[in-house]
């Protein structure tokens, strides 16, 4: 990050063709964990916005094809950790007029959206204190037909051997239903199981799918799944959450930082890694999912959607 001529509080990156400004970057944004507890053990380093914007500039190679194109839900805490969480979906007033924005229907108006197509988008956001993205699940110019469906695996405590063996099951299921999946550790406690679509079916079928398959699922383990909404009804199973697969709901974006002590990122992972018992939910932090995210861990995934018909019989076919 190079000084900003009018104060020594700001400095800019370049990002693509543009160069961006960044403000404060020394700002702490995720203190350290005093882990010496009094007894003189170091700390570790402080988090600041120029580090989370480092973060960002470095995976947006990886990052941004998971972006491109979808409205986005925008999670920043200008103050760092210990201050206020703003939840965003209207874009910054001072959105720059060359970054893309998305104008999006809701019940009785519009939402304009925050649309990331590029690295000098990323790294704007970046600098307004965005932590975490959290995507659409469809693209703007096709918000009704979505383009992921994800099952989200959700655990009663925070232990990652349950969602590890329901997502191993998960997989078996849609390998049964040809549909290829992919697996991404949440960087808080579980995980999402992701399918991409042909953008030929609309939400609520999509939904209705899903749920179809988590009852299935559910219905094969029940003493350790369940579909259950209320928590106290689950028993301490764990929850397949689909009800992500909906108009306007978002999911947290593949490389997205959690805002957790150590700043876990919700890393993209291969089947045969999940299997690893030191993979967990918080395996991957800002500073080793480069690493990481080099490797490419969704590269024997197809890019093309596919249909949810020939799916839908599999299915009726099993229940």
């Known amino acids: 990050m190079t000084a900003d001529s009018g104060s ?71 103050d760092g950790l210990g201050g206020p969480r703003f939840m965003q979906k209207n874009i910054p007033g001072n959105y720059p007029d060359w970054a893309r924005q998305a104008e999006m229907p809701k019940k ?41 469906l994800v099952f989200d695996l959700d655990p009663a405590e925070d232990d990652f051997e349950p969602v590890r063996a329901a997502a191993l099951l998960l997989r078996e299921l849609l390998d049964e239903l040809s549909l290829p999946a992919t697996a991404m550790t949440t960087g808080s406690k579980g995980l ?38 209320r928590t106290d009804a689950r028993a301490g199973r764990l929850y397949l959450d689909v009800q992500r697969n909906a108009y306007a709901q978002t999911a947290v974006a593949p490389f997205s930082v959690r805002p957790k002590e150590g700043a876990p990122v919700a890393t993209p992972i291969s089947w045969d890694q999940l299997r690893d018992p030191a993979v967990t939910a918080r395996r991957w932090t800002v500073t080793n999912v480069l690493e990481q995210a080099r490797t490419r861990p969704w590269s024997d995934i197809p890019a093309r959607g596919r249909s949810l018909g020939p799916a839908r019989r599999r299915l009726d076919a099993l229940r």
Do not use: N
């Open 192 to 229: 999402h199981v992701t399918v991409r679509l042909d953008r030929r079916t609309a939400f609520d079928d999509v939904r209705a799918f899903a749920m179809d398959v988590a009852r299935v699922l559910a219905a094969r383990d029940p003493d350790r799944l369940t579909t259950e909404q």
């Open 8 to 78: 020594a509080g700001e400095g800019s990156v370049r990002a693509g063709r543009r160069t961006v400004q960044i403000h404060r970057p020394r700002k702490v944004l995720f203190p350290a964990a005093d882990s010496g507890a009094g007894r003189g053990t170091d700390r570790g380093p402080d988090l600041t916005k120029a580090d989370l914007v480092e973060h960002y500039r470095s995976v947006a190679r990886y990052m941004l094809p998971e972006l491109k194109g979808r409205p986005l839900m925008l999670e920043r805490y200008p």
């Open 108 to 148: 009785g108006g519009t939402v304009t959206h925050p649309v990331c197509d590029d690295v000098a988008t990323l790294v704007f956001l970046a600098d307004q204190a965005t932590i975490t993205f959290h995507r659409w699940l469809s693209q703007a110019d096709r918000p009704d037909f979505p383009d992921r």
